[in-house]
């Protein structure tokens, strides 16, 4: 068994070494006293204890000068590395409490689905007790839910202008013309619109950012529509182009996510329409430190290089 020093009795305390410590660094009890709001008999108390534990004298006085003794310099070294420790446990200690309990709640742009889970994933591994709730819509569902502030943190491809927020860029989102594999069009190299016109495009519902990115490529670009379906869910247009419904504008994150294996991406002239996703939180807002640690990690991993 190891016998224990006395500085692991109770003879000897924290309090004790940093008071030490103090007069150590400024050899003077006068200042020490004052720094750590003590009276100078206290400190010189807590001195002689310290001194009588370790049965050394720590310092020495020549003249008006204070020395520290070669015991002195060692326990100086010691406690410098003592309190290093503990300030480091303090700091771990607060980021665990901040982040081992407590929930990350996201809303996130349907199109964004395909961009947040991999980094959400990665996070919930170095977090694992943290609880997530992912909140999937289009762009008018999530808009109403940070007007209602319902979430920790948002991720859009059009943040809403007219809501008082702050936008971060992350990666591009660019939107893509999209056929089946065995469509007349595929395989004749860059296409003008003009040569789409007989084509139905399968479209998002009102509401959705895809459509109103598309409608606004298209009127500001001069492009006429043609006839359009509507189908509310990404999925659906992609399993409608795949059976030969039509064509249809997605994020190209859309075409290598859950896509069934017979769609291409045609090349049009004007396309692909230049998109970006953009972390959002309200003006303001207090993040809890699990909602600042994802929004730095999503950062990290998704931010354009
Ligand atoms: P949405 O998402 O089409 O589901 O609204 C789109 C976006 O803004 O990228």
Redesign the pocket.
């Known amino acids: 068994m190891q016998m224990k020093t006395r500085l692991h009795t109770r003879q000897t305390t924290f309090r004790q070494l940093e008071i030490f410590k103090v007069v150590a660094e400024r050899l003077s009890v006068t200042e020490a006293a004052h720094q750590l709001h003590l009276a100078q008999p206290t400190v010189s108390t807590q001195l002689a204890k310290l001194s009588e534990a370790l049965n050394s004298k720590l310092f020495e006085q020549i003249g008006k000068k204070l020395y520290l003794t070669d015991v002195g310099e060692e326990l100086l070294r010691a406690s410098r590395e003592l309190f290093e420790v503990l300030d480091r446990l303090e700091m771990r200690l607060a980021q665990r409490a901040g982040l081992s309990v407590g929930r990350l709640r996201l809303g996130v742009?349907?199109?964004?689905k395909y961009l947040v889970p991999a980094p959400l994933g990665a996070f919930c591994r170095q977090h694992p007790q943290v609880d997530v709730e992912f909140q999937v819509?289009?762009?008018?569902?999530?808009k109403q839910r940070l007007q209602q502030n319902l979430d920790d943190l948002y991720v859009?491809?059009?943040p809403p202008s007219d809501l008082d927020i702050d936008a971060t860029p992350l990666t591009d989102?660019p939107l893509v013309v999209i056929a089946p594999r065995d469509h007349g069009l595929v395989g004749r190299g860059e296409l003008p619109w003009s040569a789409l016109a007989g084509e139905r495009l399968l479209m998002?519902e009102l509401?959705?950012?895809?459509?109103?990115?598309i409608e606004q490529h298209a009127q500001s670009s001069g492009l006429a529509l043609g006839q359009i379906i509507t189908i509310a869910s990404?999925e659906a247009i992609k399993e409608s182009v795949a059976a030969g419904l039509g064509l249809a504008i997605l994020?190209r994150l859309a075409l290598t996510h859950m896509a069934p294996g017979n769609l291409v991406e045609l090349p049009v002239q004007g396309f692909p329409i230049a998109?970006r996703?953009y972390l959002v939180t309200a003006k303001g807002k207090q993040l809890s430190p699990i909602a600042q640690a994802f929004k730095d990690f999503l950062m990290q991993h998704c931010v354009q290089q």
Do not use: E, K, L, P
């Open positions: 742009v349907t199109t964004a819509g289009n762009r008018a569902d999530i859009f491809s059009h989102n998002r509401g959705s950012g895809t459509r109103h990115a990404n994020s998109n996703w």
